[in-house]
């Protein structure tokens, strides 16, 4: 997709900053996207954004749960925080979140065999009945599934996706006996996390099906 910059004179959350591209995600569906080194990738959505990304100069080195977890020095990340690579260098830091939920940064992805062992074993370690949704509703595919075909282009296989930042994804996590509940918390309308990159990056979203109740993401990269 080619980019053309512009400025944008009527959306008030973009006054004065160069607009690189901006894309509406489908529901159940992914994307990949060049962010250059100083760009910022803004997700604007109502509900769970799988975010993972690679540096596009070496597309073996790519985010790393564990160690942004313990290069931040904990499990919520947010505004100053950075998203590190295994090689533990920074790809990306949040400049601006505003979500007054936290992110998840436990869990990896919802996917076409996590969907059918729920539904056949009935499996629901995370009380996901919270969301009120029948098993025979579920979705037939998952955010893997996104995220794999959205990688595809770039020779990314499907088990070398890393497990994700889950933008909006509020999850209740006990801090004794570690026990983590999930929450249908969401994100108002027009709420977004802004992440700027620190390399060449490749960053790829699902917009997560969310067991049928997940949403549109807007995704816009802009100079700030
Ligand atoms: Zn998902």
């Not at 944008?8 to 509406?24: A, C, H, T, W, Y």
């Not at 769970?48 to 290069?71: G, I, M, P, S």
């Not at 020779?155 to 999850?171: K, V």
Request: with cysteine; glycine share 6%; charged share 25%.
């Amino acid at each position: 997709m080619e980019r053309i910059a512009y400025m944008n004179q009527r959306d008030p959350g973009f006054s004065n900053m160069i607009v690189l591209q901006k894309e509406i995600v489908e529901h159940n569906t992914g994307r990949s996207f060049i962010v250059r080194q100083g760009e910022v990738f803004r997700v604007t959505g109502e509900s769970t954004c799988d975010f993972v990304v690679f540096n596009l100069e070496n597309l073996r080195e790519r985010f790393d749960q564990a160690r942004t977890k313990v290069d931040n020095g904990k499990i919520f990340l947010t505004k100053g925080d950075s998203l590190y690579s295994k090689y533990n260098n920074i790809m990306m830091t949040i400049i601006e979140d505003q979500f007054d939920g936290t992110h998840d940064l436990q869990k990896g992805m919802c996917s076409e065999k996590v969907y059918q062992d729920i539904f056949q074993k009935n499996f629901d370690n995370f009380n996901m009945s919270v969301l009120g949704v029948p098993a025979e509703k579920f979705p037939k595919h998952g955010c893997w599934e996104n995220l794999s075909s959205a990688l595809k282009s770039w020779g990314i296989l499907p088990e070398d996706i890393p497990s994700p930042w889950n933008i909006f994804q509020h999850m209740k996590i006990d801090v004794i006996t570690g026990k983590m509940e999930f929450t249908n918390k969401v994100p108002p309308p027009g709420t977004h996390v802004d992440l700027k990159a620190k390399m060449n990056c490749v960053a790829a979203v699902s917009a997560c099906p969310w067991f049928g109740k997940g949403k549109a993401l807007e995704i816009s990269i802009y100079l700030p």
